[in-house]
């Protein structure tokens, strides 16, 4: 069993910043990829940033000079700070990572969301 475990968002004015965190625990051998989606009412999920265990990352066009995704691979966490906040970010965000158990299977993972309202 794998555990992802979110904590971070809330509510902040358009312009204001939040910070996400997640972090996993379970039967991981290794991370191949952790990143953040979002999903907005009555809208699909969508990925908003990814970072892979080389450090690699991605980003939504949307967020792309705004969001920052990090990752301490010591504590199997990954952060996404956000920055100038715009009402269109308003969604709950899902922690998610791409990892390989220690029986050798390749498991996609969520977190439980948390809440990101921003306000005009």
């Known amino acids: 069993q794998v555990q992802l475990v979110q904590s971070g968002g809330g509510l902040v004015q358009a312009g204001g910043s939040l910070s996400l965190s997640c972090t996993a625990s379970g039967s991981i051998f290794s991370i191949n990829v952790m990143g953040w989606y979002r999903q907005a009412p009555g809208q699909q999920r969508e990925l908003v940033a990814t970072?892979?265990?080389?450090?690699?990352?991605n980003y939504a066009d949307s967020v792309k000079g705004r969001f920052t995704i990090s990752r301490d691979k010591a504590k199997n966490t990954v952060n996404l700070q956000m920055n100038s906040l715009k009402p269109e970010d308003t969604a709950v965000y899902y922690c998610?990572?791409?990892?390989?158990?220690?029986?050798?299977?390749?498991?996609?993972?969520w977190g439980q969301g948390t809440q990101v309202t921003v306000s005009s």
């Open positions: 998610n990572t791409n990892y390989r158990t220690t029986h050798g299977a390749v498991i996609n993972a």
């Open positions: 970072i892979t265990s080389g450090g690699s990352t």
